[in-house]
């Protein structure tokens, strides 16, 4: 075996190595490549609160074979024992960057410049790392302009992947598989506990919520948290706003009658009537402020200056005014908008949850509701540890969390 | 046209035709058949009380064809204008009956005898027509003895079809479509309504229930319903009495703590624990009057004198001695529990649903609660207008009904 | 009842009124609607090929509430008896219409204008009509300029439901129920026949096409397509052409390796290299020429000169240059598109199906196909009687229509 | 932490601990339980292929949470470092086992009785192991007759998990996740692979088969797999056999023509008289000697002398004289069937798949074909990482299998 992997190179890795699997997946990485490894030092944590620490020897056919195998361990905490600076390579025109550019992930990371560890802002996945007056930050590929200073190679560059605390409250649940044989009660209990947690650390609840929550009752429920102050920001598309409105001032949602749950023959022609009055108006908080609107979750959000981002798509009837039409400045105003969650809770919208998904960091907790397990396995899919999935009935898992959050 | 249907026979049928969507039914048949109609006579309800009557001459290219055509529609309530005795003929052998025997369907039918029509008993589908002593039985092939008196052809059978009453509260409810993006209050409340007409009626409340009850939380809600006396027979398997058993002598249910909703390590073993103490103290209710179980829907059940009947199945582990563990055995039992039902209610269980369905005649409502709509979809389309689907969490579900039952 | 109905109206329908389920609807609707019907003449078709004519009296307890009967019965046809000129009024402002406008559906619509009946061009649903140089055109609300002359309330509107043709071969297939548990072959043919069909009436085949395309390994398939003219317009969003050059430029789609179906551990830099691959080209098409990219459906596209347009959301990395990242431009780009499809095909993207279905008037064949089956629901529900569901693996799907179309 | 932790023991475990993910288990279940650890001494493997080497001491708040725990961590191949005989009692009554009887896993367990390790036979869960002239041997609950030698406690059990085997082929494409958005052509040619490998080993291959086998048209292609010798046993309930049949007779499978995909009106009535015609023949075997049945997969079955088990359910029609209703005898006779296994396959049928993982023990590779994720999920949850599902079409999956294995 050795004659073939002629090249290698020794990583270091430290943390709860073998706690959040990440041992285990290191050397899965290094055999899937055709390379093989050789542990040369592996000290363990010797109880549940001390870290392990792993200096590995991993080699590879080829040179390149051996970049590669190294650039795939890096997001499982691996670096090259040997430290230098990252390299930095200028962008050759705007909205692109060198081929060998650094890839982000949405782990924490740190790179080396002129010899020191720098954090990198704005940490999120699929970005660049742009070197600015000193800072290191995450861009989009289209934000980079000629001449920006890109992170390029492997060299100088450290990620921490988030290590699953194993006090037994949070880890346990935060494990917990998906299931719709669950009882849901046990989850809200959990949820809400969350939420009075990142109250007290004074990071802001961002709720990500689909036409879904009005079409199953989920209104009042909502408007309920709104009032007692658990939403401080509210990303949705246009869909929400409009059912919403459709709700209010016609007492369908879709069509269907929200009394008496019976769909409404002709109903479909009321949500064109309420894009008209929104529209009409001037907008969302016009239509507000005139007396157009008088209920429903986006008179609460600009009663109790809840902030909102309506994101448009291909299917947005209207759309509404208020719909920021080009998605690159919705995913920016997004983007914005979570800069300061504490954590994020998705209902029954697989597509702004998808697209809020890539936004964050790993570190921030996400909530995800819906009634489809595929939904809520395609979402903790994406920001594993982090996510919390949730198969139920939107309606009724708002109802539950306004109660035990009286 | 009419040279290539050479064949032709003349039925007749009334009632509600068109509002059931039963006039349409009749002509598609008979072009998908390859046959021709002509409309004889038809004349419409002119009021929403009022029936329609139709008399139709249907052709077909060959007399056999014609056989089968008119066959396909009497389900529908199509029958031959010209009235004659049915065709009576022996079984040749037990559990044999002639090839040309008339399979049932779920709905309301008459046969004629002696010039005389008398209405089939224990109607269900999928059973033979058997002359009794003056009476017209549905039995099951595997009931048949030699000698039995079997319907056959298609003379002298009569079978009227469920008309949808079109009251409005009713029949938009029964005619809804299945949908998770609803909302789940308004159905529990009509189904609690349903269930208070039923008891007012003096018949007898079926639940079907699997053991998703107990995982998702919904113990404490059934177990409400029961002591309010909503629950009239319990048909089940043997895996909801184990995992009930297995909560209560353990607090988990398949391996999850129920309180903190976190699955046990080591739990699976549980549930053969809850076996062996059932079993040594030689059943359920010789458990429940030692002692050994004191809590949970099976103990309820007992001390309320709620009937339960559980069936065997090739994936049940011990099972308990209570379990019937031949089908034969099995769905006599459940057949003559259903048999002064008024209404059932079915709680995710695909197998045991399933069952009951088959064995229901097309007059007693069905409600089927299940978070997957594939589940509900599949159970209401074997007693189509019937049904009415529920897409939600079974705990949470159980706990709205217990609430509207108060 | 009638004391209670003191207002009423008779209005007139005829085409295949029983066979497209319309009667029974229209029924339906009068008694949901708390209103009350009397049959005043009713001719049925005597055979498959006549059409029937019914003349109702339509009864309600106020006049908004007849107003409103009437109005929904519009799209299953019916009209007053007495003929009106369409009443129009001016748009008040800019993308703002008078309360009382008419919300189109997707069926075939007339105004009459001057005593004479125009059809509506541009047919499709959630729209306003706009009188424009004797055309009447469907415009969307955004389109809509200050004075434009909009038609309002419900006089002199007449909608054709699409009636089902009940000649054999396809009425039935059409009228399938979706189901997995079918034979894929079947539907396969049928569709290809349709296809062949299509091209014979000289009408353009669109496909509507996610990345799933690519994941299942249908990117061959869908290439031989392309190259023996199978597909006039692809219309799709940033990511199916993302994991196209994925696959091109790395042999993964979404990090999975397309030859050992394995997840390769870091692929998931890989869409981001080829959208900076792409970028840096000037776009997909310069990317073609300049031979960044050699392969793949976007390539078979420019070569073989097939209009796409790539939509942008939300959740889209990038996006590349291509993308169009207004939904408004978007929309319209797609409905242009759009407007001379003959068919549509749709595989596996819900948000763009959505879109498409929002687009096309009730007469284009649409076929769905996803794996998902609440999907292919949804998508159905939108239009009814003109969607072929198929649930299937869309690879294997492709597979096949590609032998099958030889 | 140490003052609440008095009681402890000592526990060894060896093997590919982290390859497998079973030092992470081992230490999660520590923490779970509340108690605490301390690695008294670990030694890695250093490379792929070596063992490691892992003494930890456990503790916990009282003597019965500590024998849970050990009990806990028993099947992730801890044992107690001191070794000690088997616990043996005597039954005290027919399917009945003393309270403290150890509950087998489907892992390969080792009892130690007169101070040799001898190993448990017939492997399966949810079993308890009796004593037999010096055999240990895994009985069902029910099997077990007063005086029967019953091990209980904890000492002198070892069980060793399966680990997953690191070579690059296999054990990539075993650790896959289920999902549809697969190749599925890659999927198969691996299971074609195992089917080879698995015949060179002179083991059985057991299909475990739905009706949706012939629904989905599969029945072409497994009639092929079975003429050229690829299937030994076929495990099924009746639907399997009498929707075939219904097939072979009329054409149609629950009434759907499988030419034209079309229902057929009526058709529900052809699986009735499918199963009076098998059972006036005296069976499957008789009906197709007697000519009454000619083709299909039962016929093939019969004449390739494949050996088939039908098993009973509360749904069944008939059911025919085959099918052995009482579950007992039908678990029994799967049992047997698979004693000599060296694969399965299951194609969807939930309820015999669950049953047949009952009964395997955890070295036997399992494949699951459905479409439905949420199925394949389940029977892969029972058995990890043994099974290898695959999200499609069952007629597609079937057709290409036969092509590969051609």
Redesign the interface.
């Known amino acids: 075996m050795s004659s073939s992997h002629a090249h290698s190179a020794v990583v270091g890795a430290q943390g709860h190595l073998?706690?959040?699997?990440i041992?285990?997946?290191i050397?899965?990485?290094?055999?899937?490549?055709?390379g093989?490894?050789?542990?040369v030092h592996?000290q363990?944590?010797?109880?549940?609160d001390e870290f392990s620490r792993l200096t590995l020897k991993v080699s590879a056919p080829t040179q390149p074979a051996l970049q590669?195998l190294v650039?795939?361990l890096m997001?499982f905490g691996c670096h090259p024992v040997e430290e230098h600076d990252a390299l930095v390579r200028p962008a050759?025109?705007d909205?692109?960057?060198p081929?060998d550019?650094y890839?982000t992930t949405n782990m924490r990371t740190h790179v080396r410049v002129d010899g020191r560890w720098i954090e990198v802002e704005r940490q999120r996945?699929?970005a660049v790392v742009v070197l600015e007056d000193g800072h290191a930050i995450c861009r989009k590929?289209?934000e980079v302009k000629v001449g920006a200073r890109i992170v390029c190679g492997l060299q100088g560059i450290r990620v921490s992947p988030e290590f699953r605390e194993?006090?037994?409250a949070d880890?346990?649940?935060m494990?917990?598989?998906i299931s719709?044989?669950?009882?849901?009660?046990?989850?809200v209990g959990?949820i809400a506990a969350l939420m009075r947690e990142t109250r007290t650390r004074g990071r802001r609840i961002v709720f990500v919520a689909g036409p879904?929550v009005v079409?199953?009752?989920g209104t009042e429920y909502f408007i309920e948290l709104i009032r007692r102050g658990w939403v401080d920001v509210v990303l949705a598309?246009n869909a929400l706003a409009v059912h919403d409105a459709e709700l209010a001032l016609f007492g369908t949602s879709?069509g269907?009658d929200?009394?008496?749950?019976?769909?409404?023959?002709?109903g479909?022609?009321h949500?064109?009537?309420a894009?008209?009055?929104i529209?009409?108006a001037g907008g969302v908080r016009q239509a507000v402020e005139s007396g157009v609107l008088k209920a429903g979750v986006m008179v609460e959000c600009v009663r109790a200056g809840v902030e909102y981002v309506l994101?448009?798509?291909?299917?947005?009837?209207?759309?509404i005014?208020d719909t920021l039409?080009?998605?690159?400045e919705?995913?920016d105003r997004?983007a914005e908008a979570l800069s300061s969650a504490g954590m994020v809770i998705m209902l029954s919208t697989m597509?702004?949850g998808?697209?809020v998904g890539?936004m964050l960091p790993s570190w921030i907790p996400v909530v995800c509701v819906d009634?489809?397990?595929?939904v809520v396995t395609k979402l903790a899919d994406r920001g594993s540890s982090q996510t919390i999935g949730v198969?139920?009935?939107v309606?009724?898992f708002l109802h539950?969390l306004a109660r035990q959050l009286k």
């Open positions: 073998i706690d959040s699997n041992l285990n997946t050397f899965d990485i290094v055999i899937e490549r055709g093989a490894f050789e542990v592996f363990i944590g010797r109880t549940n590669r650039e795939d997001p050759d025109r909205g692109c960057v081929d550019f890839s996945m699929d590929l289209r194993r006090d037994r880890f346990v649940f494990s917990n598989e719709s044989e669950r009882r849901v009660g046990v989850s959990r879904v079409h199953t009752g598309g879709l269907v929200q009394q008496t749950g019976v769909p409404v023959h002709g479909h022609r949500h064109m009537r894009i008209n009055a529209n009409r994101a448009g798509s291909i299917r947005d009837d209207g759309p005014v039409t080009d998605i690159i919705a995913q997004y597509l702004h998808i697209g890539n009634i489809n397990p595929a198969v139920t009935d309606g009724l539950q």
